[in-house]
């Protein structure tokens, strides 16, 4: 069950990001730009979280790796917000 809920995270950051980079090709307006990103980052994020609770369970713990990654992606999307000027 929970690889399924991994999975469809992981699917749904992938689909906000492409839907989002998608309108920024079209209009680019920045802000699509930077949250596009940010789903790109979380995408990564949930793949890396299905890395460590299905595939290495209990040899290897990913969540430093996980959480600098999300850190990461919180990044992108406050420079986004707080830099760009519209």
């Known amino acids: ?11 749904t950051s992938f689909l906000c990001a492409w839907l989002l980079l998608q309108a920024y090709a079209r209009t680019a307006y920045k802000l699509l ?5 940010f789903f790109v980052v ?3 994020n949930n793949l890396l979280l299905m890395i460590d609770k299905i595939v290495f369970p209990v040899t ?27």
Request: proline share 2%; with cysteine; net charge negative.
């Open 1 to 11: 069950m929970g690889m399924m809920i991994y999975g469809l995270c992981a699917l």
């Open 33 to 37: 730009l930077w949250t596009g990103m």
């Open 42 to 44: 979380s995408t990564v």
């Open 60 to 86: 290897i713990d990913l969540s430093i790796p996980r959480y600098l990654i999300a850190f990461l992606a919180l990044g992108v999307l406050f420079r986004g917000l707080i830099f760009e000027e519209e």
